[in-house]
């Protein structure tokens, strides 16, 4: 028994074999879904233009076919997410070269995977067999946590990393996306005092902006014609527009920087 192990290699050999098999099977998975994907909107665009001229027969082929794509696709996907968790796994039985709990959980629920994809993709049962192998080796040498088929995060560990990741997520799209300008009242900015905080005051320039162009561009004229002197109102009268849109424009043109508002 003791030479049948070291004939199978050190840990970190085995950790290394099978790990590289696993990634290989993924990028293998990667591509396969792309296609099934593709496949799958093709059908669905035919249901979909089968339907509209009414032809039921034709639509419920489709659909049928969509749907085995979509089984498929299923299947693959909970395989390869069943496999980056035993990668992560791996990575880290490499980094602390020391093993915790059992693998059988895992190989059971990829087998069972696996003999399902079996009838769907006949020729990932090779390569799979030789997954199993190299972790059935793995097995005889060294034991690891538990991984299961993915299951809601459990413990207070995991969900203060889950609440953590959403909150650094909820910032960066904060980040990304302009916050909605607030909504004012008429009145409330109705006799406001404008800092120009760029440009100067050209009454010959500010007339001929009022004319014509953006409305952000007339107010901005305006405001530069009357010193930074704006009352909404009597600003909508000579630009010919509802109040609501020049207090949209001042917010604007505050939120760009090219003014400051002193209500």
């Known amino acids: ?6 004939h199978r290699g050190s840990l970190q050999e085995l950790v290394n074999q099978t790990s590289i098999a696993v990634s290989t099977q993924r990028r293998k998975f990667k591509a396969v879904i792309r296609r099934l994907q593709g496949w799958e909107r093709q059908l669905f665009d035919v249901c979909v233009e089968a339907t509209v001229r009414g032809d039921h027969a034709r639509a419920t082929l489709y659909a049928n076919e969509a749907a085995n ?6 299947l693959i996907k909970q395989c ?3 496999m980056e968790r035993l990668l992560i796994r791996m990575a880290t039985l490499k980094e602390l070269n020391s093993a915790v709990s059992e693998l059988e959980p895992v190989m059971r629920a990829l087998r069972s995977l696996s003999k399902q994809l079996s ?3 006949p020729s990932v049962s090779a390569e799979l067999e030789r997954i199993w192998g190299l972790m059935d080796d793995l097995l005889s040498i060294t034991s690891m946590e538990v991984l299961d088929v993915p299951q809601p995060i459990s413990g207070p560990g995991g969900e203060e990393v889950l609440e953590e990741a959403r909150a650094v997520a909820e910032r960066r799209l904060s980040e ?3 916050a909605p300008p607030r909504e004012v009242e008429v009145g409330e900015l109705s006799g406001a005092t404008v ?4 440009g100067k005051s050209d009454s010959r320039e500010g007339r001929t902006n009022l004319d014509g162009g953006d409305i952000v561009d007339r107010v901005l004229a305006y405001a530069r014609m009357r010193g930074g002197d704006v009352d909404v109102n009597e600003c909508a009268m000579e630009l010919n527009v509802p ?3 020049v207090l949209w424009a001042l917010e604007k043109l505050n939120q760009e920087g090219k003014v400051e508002l002193r209500r």
């Not at 794509?69 to 299923?74: D, P, S």
């Open 176 to 178: 990304k996306l302009p």
């Open 80 to 82: 390869d997410l069943m």
């Open 243 to 245: 109040p609501e849109r």
């Open 69 to 74: 794509v979509r089984n498929a696709l299923r």
């Open 119 to 121: 009838g769907v993709m």
């Open 195 to 198: 800092a120009l905080l760029s």
């Open 1 to 6: 028994m003791v030479r049948e192990i070291f």
